[in-house]
C-alpha cells in the first residue's frame, strides 16, 4: 500500500515471473519506492491544502471588505434621508427648509439607487449575463450627450470643465449602452473627486482614446494601479467614499468590448483613458 501514517493513497500490485516471492533486497526496494511515492503524494496534498486554505482566506477578506463597503455606501445616503426627512416633517419648518431638504432627499434617493444598480450591474458582469450588441457608435455623439446631462452638476459644484471632442471622429466598434455606461461612471467619479477643473478630450489615431481627467489630492501613485479594484480599501478615495465599483464596471466593460483601460497620476491630476476600436 502506498500510505502514510493512516492515510491510504493507493495500492499497488506486482506481477511476477515465476512462482519465487520477491527476496529481501527485492522487498526493501519496493516499499523503498513505495515509500517515496507516499511521501510525494502526502507532500503534493500539504501543498493543495495550502493553497485552498489561502484561497479561502482571501475570499473572506474580500467578502468582509465588500460587505464593510457596502454597509458605509448605503449607510451613508440613508443617513442623510432619514436626517432631512425629519427636517421636513417637523413643525417648526419653514417651506424654503422643507422644499431643500426633499431637494436633497430626491438626491441622495438617486444616488441610492444608483449604487445599488452597480452592484447588480456588477454581478452580472461576474456571471457573464451582460449581453453585449457590438456595433457601429459615434463615440462623440455620445460623450457630448453625457457631457450636457451632467452640466447642472459640474456648475453646482463651480467646477472649471475644459472639454476637448473633435467633430467627425472614425466610428468605433462598442455597444451604444456600454459605452454610455462608461461615460456616465468616468463623469461622475470626476464629479466626485474634482476639486477645481475637470479635462475631458478625445484623441484620434490608431485608435480613439477619451481621457476623463480631473485634479484632486485624494489619489497617490501607490493608489494608481487599485483604482479598478472593487473592493479596494487602502487609500481614502476608496475607504472615504464608495466601494469604486463605478470603476470596476468601467475596467470590465471596456474589457468586455476590447478596449483598453489605464489610469495614470502626473501630479495632482489623475487621468483615466479608454482606448476604443475604431471600425
Known amino acids: 500500500a502506498v ?5 491510504v493513497y493507493g495500492v499497488v500490485g506486482i506481477g511476477l515471473a515465476g512462482e519465487a516471492p520477491l527476496d529481501s533486497f527485492e522487498n526493501s526496494i519496493v516499499l523503498s519506492i513505495l515509500g517515496e511515492c507516499a511521501l510525494a503524494l502526502e507532500n503534493e496534498r500539504a501543498i493543495r491544502e495550502r493553497e485552498e486554505s489561502a484561497v479561502l482566506a482571501k475570499n ?3 467578502r468582509a471588505n465588500l460587505l464593510r463597503s457596502i454597509s458605509h455606501d448605503l449607510r451613508t445616503p440613508l443617513t ?4 432631512y426627512l425629519q427636517l421636513a416633517q417637523a413643525d417648526g419648518t419653514s417651506t424654503e427648509e422643507r422644499a431643500h431638504a426633499l431637494e436633497v432627499i430626491g ?7 444608483m449604487l445599488i444598480s452597480g452592484f447588480y450591474d456588477l454581478s452580472r ?3 457573464n449575463e451582460y449581453s ?16 450636457a446631462s451632467f452640466y447642472d452638476d459640474f456648475t453646482r459644484k ?7 471632442v473633435p467633430q467627425r471622429l472614425p466610428l468605433v466598434l462598442a455597444d451604444e449602452d ?7 461612471n468616468l463623469l461622475q467619479n470626476v464629479l466626485r473627486y474634482a476639486e477645481s477643473e475637470v479635462w475631458v478630450a478625445v484623441r484620434a489615431g490608431t485608435t480613439i482614446t477619451t481621457v476623463f481627467t480631473n485634479d484632486t489630492s485624494l489619489v497617490s501613485q501607490e493608489d494608481v494601479p487599485h483604482v479598478f479594484d472593487r473592493f479596494y480599501t487602502g487609500d481614502q478615495t476608496r475607504s472615504g467614499h464608495n466601494t469604486g465599483i463605478g470603476l470596476a464596471i468601467v475596467k470590465r466593460l471596456a474589457e468586455q468590448m476590447g478596449c483598453e483601460v489605464s489610469a495614470s497620476l502626473a501630479g495632482n491630476r489623475f487621468s483615466i483613458s479608454v482606448s476604443w476600436k475604431t471600425i
Not at 80 to 83: A, D
Not at 158 to 164: A, C, Q, S
Not at 178 to 184: C, D, L
Open 3 to 7: 500510505r502514510v501514517s493512516d492515510m
Open 80 to 83: 442623510s434621508i432619514i436626517g
Open 178 to 184: 456600454a459605452a454610455q455606461r462608461i461615460f456616465v
Open 158 to 164: 463651480n467646477l472649471v470643465m475644459h472639454v476637448d
Open 132 to 147: 453585449l450588441n457590438l456595433q457601429q457608435v459615434d463615440l462623440g455623439r455620445s460623450l457630448c450627450a453625457q457631457l
Open 60 to 62: 473572506e477578506q474580500l
Open 107 to 113: 438626491a441622495r434617493t438617486r444616488s441610492l439607487q
Open 125 to 127: 458582469l461576474d456571471a
